[in-house]
């Protein structure tokens, strides 16, 4: 006890501005804690919630993004699938109508030669272009 004594009076230790110090120093904590740090501490805590909320929303949106994506595919695909179906109808169409009409030409060609309102080097000469033009199926399919 001495020796803590010795060290007081040394530093020079004035017990009654001590006390003064640390119950103002209390006292300035207290307040900073009640009016500076606590709202700080609850400002805080709001700015954690939006952006968790902010985070929660962002998820939601993109998992609705990567869903309305895959339908979007989707669609697309049968859409194509489709179009590629009218494609094809429209081809397959096409070549029964090519035909007919060629068949139909050959026929109204046949009937012409052999009813000989057309001379044979016509009749030749034009089946021959018409062959290059209509192509190979003209000849088998007019019976020539």
Same mark, same amino acid.
């Given at each position: 006890m001495v020796q803590a004594q010795g060290i007081v009076t040394t530093f020079g230790v004035d017990w009654s501005h001590l006390l003064a110090q640390i119950?103002?120093?209390?006292?300035?904590?207290?307040i900073l804690y009640r009016f500076a740090y606590r709202p700080v501490l609850k400002m805080l805590e709001v700015r954690r919630q939006q952006i968790a909320l902010g985070q929660a929303k962002a998820e939601r949106i993109e998992a609705e993004l990567a869903r +309305?994506?895959?339908q979007r595919q989707e669609v697309l695909a049968q859409a194509n699938a489709q179009a590629n179906t009218f494609i094809e109808e429209a081809r397959a169409a096409a070549a029964r109508v090519r035909t007919?009409?060629?068949?139909?030409?050959?026929?109204?060609?046949?009937t012409a030669c052999s009813m000989r309102t057309v001379s044979g080097a016509w009749c030749n000469a034009l089946s021959l272009a018409v062959t290059v +033009?209509?192509?190979p199926s003209?000849?088998?399919s007019s019976g020539w």
């Open positions: 119950a103002s120093f209390c006292i300035v904590c207290f +309305i994506e895959a007919q009409e060629t068949q139909k030409a050959a026929s109204v060609w046949c +033009i209509i192509g003209f000849r088998t």
